[in-house]
């Protein structure tokens, strides 16, 4: 549900940079169609998402682009990573979207008989998952938390949780962990806590040692803060931003 919303017009980068900030939003690129995030997250400079919705803590890396994608927490997406776009049609007469999408609404006044199932299909990224320079991730794939994408990969099926894959196309070639801590990892769900603010009382905990980690979170959970469940929306309407606060049911 929307909880409150805020319109307010900008004259400047640095005015809608200050204003995003406030709602945890650190921005240096820039957005299409909408972004829906938790706070905080940050988008490097020369960098594009529309129609993406981020979780806390993930980053996007310079000259990368990022259509139609959900994000989950605490992943790094690096440089000039290509997310976007749609799958075109093998078999038809044409790969060209023209029967399904007028792209020339200006010079061509017809409306599109057809649809096409790969068209804005939508790319699922769990947590914590790293996403190498230059990578290729095809629309609609999903990618499991924990996963690592290597430099240069082009994605064209799902990905298994904690899976890391390189090549074109991209194949398995190891887990970073044995299978029981997998699933220990994915039972625990922690990147519902807030390690980041944690940090701040308690800078000693074994970040660096999962297992360790695991069994402090099980002892401590209860005293360790957790993420938030608002999230933020931006859209654009009469030359306004368009800032609203939605509270989610969960992650």
Known sequence: ?????????????????????????????????????????????????????????????????????????????????????????????????????????????????????????????????????????????????????GAGAVVVKDVPAYAVVVGNPAKVVKYRFEQRLIDRLLESEWWMFDLPRHLEQQPGIPLDDPERMLDYLARNGDAVPRIGTERKSYSRRNNAIVIRSVAAAGT
């Not at 909880?3 to 650190?26: F, I, M």
């Not at 078999?91 to 399904?100: A, G, R």
């Not at 096409?116 to 938390?145: C, M, N, Q």
């Open 1 to 149: 549900m929307t909880a409150a919303k805020a319109a307010k017009r900008v004259g400047s980068k640095e005015e809608l940079r200050a204003l995003l900030l406030g709602h945890g939003l650190d921005l240096s690129g820039t957005i299409g169609k909408g972004l829906i995030w938790e706070s905080p997250i940050r988008i490097f400079h020369s960098s594009h998402v529309s129609d993406v919705e981020i979780g806390a803590y993930s980053y996007i890396s310079p000259r990368t682009e990022i259509h139609h994608a959900a994000i989950g927490r605490y992943c790094s997406v690096g440089d000039t990573v290509n997310m976007r776009g749609s799958a075109h049609p093998k078999e038809w007469l044409s790969s060209h979207p023209f029967p399904y999408t007028n792209l020339y609404p200006h010079s061509r006044r017809y409306r599109p008989g057809l649809t096409f199932e790969g068209y804005d299909k939508k790319t699922d990224v769990g947590h914590d998952v790293w996403i190498g320079s230059h990578a290729i991730i095809l629309p609609g794939v999903r990618i499991g938390t924990g996963a690592i994408i």
